[in-house]
């Protein structure tokens, strides 16, 4: 018989966040997939829990994910942690829960802490809808496309970042975006928890000037673009209303179809656009 895997949140920073349904998990479970042994040890020392260790972190993943999902096929309960916050939420958990998927076995999701909805709830943001950007990509064209649909991208926006790219992140979001209003936590649920309400530009003066340490965990909420930066960086920008048209055909749609979703794009009426086109 199959058993289960099951995600268990853990503290982003305060051990009393550990739900009593997290803690049964990893009592009950069989053993304990971790991204760093080390992490995950000390975490149950903590509960007063004993249990196997397995390690599935972003240089074993691909081979753990299999051996772990394989366990579970025969009948094992896993409970998997990562290091801080909801496992596979920017972190490796992800290939592990994908293998599970694809072994048919189980799979049961506990809610509990995850630093990027913990963030977002302080913001005073529009919170309705929201995009989750994780950490960006290091360098290079990755890094420009990122920020470049970031800038005209209406939702607020939850970015990770570490003390070592805050300053290079800050000055890049606010070079792309303009200078948004932003939330930066940083140490959620911890001692030393700091929330700014600010903005790009000055959250970069405030890294700069040791106001806001270039230290601990940290996360970044920031304003959807408005409606004329939103269209002045959209992806259809520079293009005529032919070829507007002509890429939504390309990708599939009618003509008609095509013609409508310029229109919307543009906030112009359709039959402006089918003006053009016809
Ligand atoms: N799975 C985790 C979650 O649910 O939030 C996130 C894992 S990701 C590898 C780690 C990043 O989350 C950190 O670099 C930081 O950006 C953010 N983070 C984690 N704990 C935090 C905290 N206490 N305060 C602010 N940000 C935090």
Known sequence: ???????????????????????????????VACEDTRVGGKLLFLLGIKKELVSHHEHNKKQSAAYIADRISKGERCALISDAGTPAVSDPGEELVAACHKAGVT?????????AVCALSASGLPSRRFVFEGFLPDKGKERKERLS???????????????????????????????RRMLFARELTKMNEQTVQT?????????ENGEIPKKGEMALVIEGADEAAASENAFWADMDVQTHVAHYVALGFSKMDA????????????????????
């Open 107 to 115: 799979v049961t999701p506990l809610p509990g802490p995850c630093a």
């Open 259 to 278: 013609v409508k979703k310029a229109a919307k794009d543009r906030g112009v009426p359709k039959s402006a656009i089918y003006d053009e086109v016809r």
């Open 149 to 179: 649909a970031l800038a005209s991208e209406r939702r607020t926006a939850v970015v990770y970042s570490t003390p070592h790219d805050i300053a290079r992140d800050l000055a890049d979001l606010a070079a792309s975006l303009g200078n």
């Open 1 to 31: 018989m199959a058993g289960t895997l099951y995600i268990v949140p853990t503290p982003i920073g305060n051990l009393g966040d550990v739900s009593p349904r997290a803690r049964e998990a990893l009592e009950d479970c069989d053993f």
């Open 199 to 207: 903005s790009l530009a000055e959250a970069l003066r405030m890294v």
